[in-house]
């Protein structure tokens, strides 16, 4: 049982786009993160899966991501690859998504979203994408929420960062705004290379 993941009960009911019609025969788009109400009849269920990853408190900027947690969603990216339309994960067949991008900070959240080529998700497949979002967040012993992204972007973010990268990132920026050295003409005594400057001529003001 799970200690530190909460799941929506409801995950695979909110993801994607829902078109269903109330007991009263009218007929609605739901978008994702949005529920059918009691008694409607889902007459189409698509999109691909989308999934915000929540902690406690609402992260804005990568360095408010701890790297246990953005280094686990890595690993669940990389597993996630691998999930076949009957539920399960084979690391060594041709599944139906195409790449996985995340995780990336985006409302709040961290997101996570599959682009299954057209073919879009069913019920076996949130649950075995979930099961994979627990094996690796559970070790983490992080309090987090996985739901469904309700708020889909539509620009490419940035992927998350860890912090040692996002130092080498400082680092490289760093050594491009340092001061270029002086350069000395070629053929200057070599005492003039050493200090950086051409020596004075015999005889020159000083």
């Not at 972007?153 to 960062?161: D, F, K, N, Q, S």
């Amino acid at each position: 049982m799970a200690r530190y993941l909460k799941v929506d009960k409801n995950l695979h009911a909110r993801q994607g786009l829902k078109f269903v019609l109330t007991p009263e025969g009218q007929a609605l788009e739901l978008l994702p993160g949005e529920l059918p109400g009691p008694g409607a009849d889902v007459v189409s269920h698509v999109g691909e899966p989308r999934f915000h990853v929540r902690m406690t408190d609402p992260v804005r900027t990568d360095a408010e991501v701890p790297d246990a947690v953005g280094l686990a969603l890595r690993r669940v990216a990389d597993r996630l690859q691998h999930v076949t339309p009957d539920g399960s994960e084979d690391a060594n067949g041709d599944g139906i998504v195409e790449w996985v991008y995340g995780p990336a900070v985006h409302d709040g959240a961290l997101l996570m979203a599959l682009d299954t080529d057209g073919f879009g998700f069913n019920p076996a497949m949130i649950e075995a994408m979930t099961r994979i979002f627990a094996d690796e967040l559970e070790p983490i012993a992080v309090s987090l929420e996985l739901s469904a992204a309700s708020n889909i972007p539509t620009e490419i973010l940035p992927a998350w960062r860890s912090s040692a990268e996002r130092e080498r990132n400082a680092e490289t920026r760093r050594r491009r705004k340092a001061p270029t050295p002086p350069q000395v003409p070629r053929g200057a005594p070599r005492e003039a290379r050493r200090q950086g400057r051409p020596r004075a001529a015999s005889g020159q003001a000083r």
